[in-house]
């Protein structure tokens, strides 16, 4: 069964940093490409960050450019999990933040919607 957890999410003073966790099962995140989505209160979602698969890939990553220099995707196979480490953090950072698996090789061209989602985790970057 496929399906897929965030974690990691929390209240935190802008400039702090939060690093989320994407885990997987039923499916090995190192043969898809996997993003980072955000759903802020009043927004619609948007994508942020990517990393394409590496086994048929060229596991690249990229980046949305609000976050370009602040945020690092990356991936352990071993562990089934893509990693999302969020530096500089911004009011306008928070929101749920979602991790999905596009049945692709690629993050460019890919298609979200008929990928596997979680559920999401909070961030709120307050004082």
């Known amino acids: 069964q496929v399906q897929i957890v965030e974690s990691g999410g929390g209240l935190v003073q802008p400039g702090g940093s939060l690093t989320l966790s994407c885990a997987a099962s039923?499916?090995?995140?190192?043969?898809?490409?996997i993003g980072w989505f955000r759903q802020a209160p009043g927004k619609e979602r948007e994508g942020f960050a990517c990393?394409?698969?590496?086994?048929?890939?060229?596991?690249?990553?990229d980046y949305e450019e609000s976050v370009k220099g602040r945020f690092l995707i990356s991936r352990d196979n071993a562990k089934n999990t893509v990693f999302l480490q969020m530096n500089f953090l911004k009011p306008e950072d928070t929101g749920v933040y979602l991790c999905?698996?596009?049945?692709?090789?690629?993050?460019?061209?890919?298609?979200?919607?008929?990928?596997?989602w979680g559920q999401g985790t909070q961030v709120a970057v307050s004082s």
């Open positions: 990393i394409s698969s590496v086994s048929n890939g060229d596991g690249s990553t």
């Open positions: 999905a698996a596009a049945w692709e090789r690629l993050c460019r061209g890919a298609s979200w919607d008929h990928g596997a």
């Open positions: 039923g499916f090995a995140v190192d043969h898809y490409a």
